[in-house]
T-cell receptor, first 110, second 109 residues
Framework: DAGVTQSPTHLIKTRGQQVTLRCSPK?????VSWYQQALGQGPQFIFQ???????QRGNFPDRFSGHQFPNYSSELNVNALLLGDSALYLC?????????FGQGTRLTVV | GIQVEQSPPDLILQEGANSTLRCNFS?????LQWFHQNPWGQLINLFY???GTKQNGRLSATTVATERYSLLYISSSQTTDSGVYFC???????????FGKGTRLSVIA
């Protein structure tokens, strides 16, 4: 049983560009959440998707958007990248209460 | 929303020593999880423990929901236990996990 998988694992983008990160949830999981983790900090909640709709959103600007597909996989899009968007982006999936995380995508904005 | 606080922020242990990590939360919870973040950034599930006590090898955890805290015990620590330990909680079925700032554990040989 594959766990949560994310792609790519590393990414370097230039300030002002746009980026798309991808997440495939654990088998049987229908809810996907995205988190941003800055260096030395705990993960911060960005948003959560269930039944292809954004259900909850954290304190992040509209530059951060997402999508969930019928197979429950998800994308995180960030527009107009800022240097401060450099972070580890984590995807979590669950069915019920317990959440499982992918290995993350490390985004560097230069 | 719920707030999660972890202590201590940093911990240095000699190999073989025992340790206790604490997590305080500000509201009742329906989900409480402990994670170990490996050097590559992945969060490894240690325990799903909204209440009660669980054990897995050298690790055990206890959550006292009525007093709003959880403890993670590491016995006979090994250098491979080094890393950051996170506690995360949520207080209703659909709300996302809120993370503490973590405890950075360093086990030295």
């Amino acid at each position: 049983d594959a766990g949560v998988t994310q792609s790519p694992t590393h990414l370097i983008k230039t300030r002002g560009q746009q980026v798309t990160l991808r997440c495939s949830p654990k088998s049987g999981h229908d809810t996907v959440s995205w988190y941003q983790q800055a260096l030395g900090q705990g993960p911060q909640f960005i948003f959560q998707y269930y039944e292809e709709e954004e259900r909850q959103r954290g304190n992040f600007p509209d530059r951060f958007s997402g999508h969930q597909f019928p197979n429950y996989s998800s994308e995180l899009n960030v527009n107009a990248l800022l240097l401060g968007d450099s972070a580890l982006y984590l995807c979590a999936s669950r069915r019920g209460s317990e959440a499982f995380f992918g290995q993350g995508t490390r985004l560097t904005v230069v | 929303g719920i707030q999660v606080e972890q202590s201590p922020p940093d911990l240095i242990l000699q190999e073989g020593a025992n340790s206790t990590l604490r997590c305080n939360f500000s509201d009742s919870v329906n989900n409480l999880q402990w994670f170990h973040q490996n050097p590559w950034g992945q969060l490894i599930n240690l325990f799903y423990i909204p209440s009660g006590t669980k054990q897995n090898g050298r690790l055990s955890a206890t959550t006292v929901a009525t007093e709003r805290y959880s403890l993670l015990y590491i016995s006979s620590s090994q250098t491979t236990d080094s890393g950051v330990y996170f506690c995360a909680a949520s207080n209703s079925g659909n709300t996302p996990l809120v993370f503490g700032k973590g405890t950075r554990l360093s086990v030295i040989a």
